[in-house]
């Protein structure tokens, strides 16, 4: 999995959700997952972001092929919660 980080003292409140959307928006495709750590405040503790930010790592989680396609992701949905998603 592609994954960029932060050791570096952050604010909560602000740089974690900017830092997200950024990499979301750089990329095409979603972007790498981020991991935060050195939390100010919360101490031993990390922050995991846009882990589901691709269809790949989507389809990872759902414990399917990497390469499976965004209309075939959407069909497993729809059958194994058997609702629908957005048309």
């Given at each position: ?18 830092a ?37 790592r ?30």
């Amino acid at each position: 999995m592609n994954c960029g980080g932060f050791s570096t003292p952050v604010e909560l409140r602000y740089a974690i959700g900017t830092a997200t959307r950024l990499e979301q928006h750089k990329h095409r495709r979603g972007g790498k997952a981020l991991l935060f750590e050195n939390i100010p405040g919360f101490l031993g503790k990390s922050v995991f972001t846009n882990g589901l930010g691709t269809s790949a790592r989507i389809a990872l989680a759902c414990d399917l092929d990497k390469r499976t396609s965004v209309q075939s992701l959407i069909a497993q949905m729809r059958e194994r919660f058997s609702i629908q998603l957005c048309r």
